[in-house]
Nanobody, 124 residues
């Protein structure tokens, strides 16, 4: 089993920044890849960013490239999502997820483990 606990969400003004954290525990081979997804009201959950624990590979959705940065701290078993230049379209519940895959998938079905989510609200 893998346990994921997100933190760091909140309310921010447009143009501001937030950093989300996701602390992971459990079977390491089941969480080779970590991803961030988000779900806005009335919309499907969408991929935001992903990272490999063991390497430097990262992947971003086009909508967040240049504004968001995903990183990992192996010693703390924690991944982060630094979000800059936030706008109202970034308002959503953000979820951390884990996959035991070699590549970084962008579909929700590829991720076996999910955190409880953290709300991010951007005031325009």
């Amino acid at each position: 089993q893998v346990q994921l606990v997100e933190s760091g969400g909140g309310l921010v003004q447009a143009g501001g920044s937030l950093r989300l954290s996701c602390a992971a525990s459990g079977r390491t081979f089941s969480r080779n890849v970590m991803g961030w997804f988000r779900q806005a009201p009335g919309k499907e959950r969408e991929f935001v960013a992903g990272v490999h624990w063991g390497g430097a590979s990262t992947l971003y959705a086009d909508s967040v490239k240049g504004r968001f940065t995903i990183s990992r701290d192996n010693a703390k078993n924690t991944i982060y999502l630094q979000m800059n230049s936030l706008n109202s379209e970034d308002t959503a519940i953000y979820y951390c997820a884990a996959a035991g895959t070699l590549l970084i998938p962008t579909t929700t079905s590829a991720y076996a483990y999910w955190g409880q989510g953290t709300q991010v609200t951007v005031n325009s």
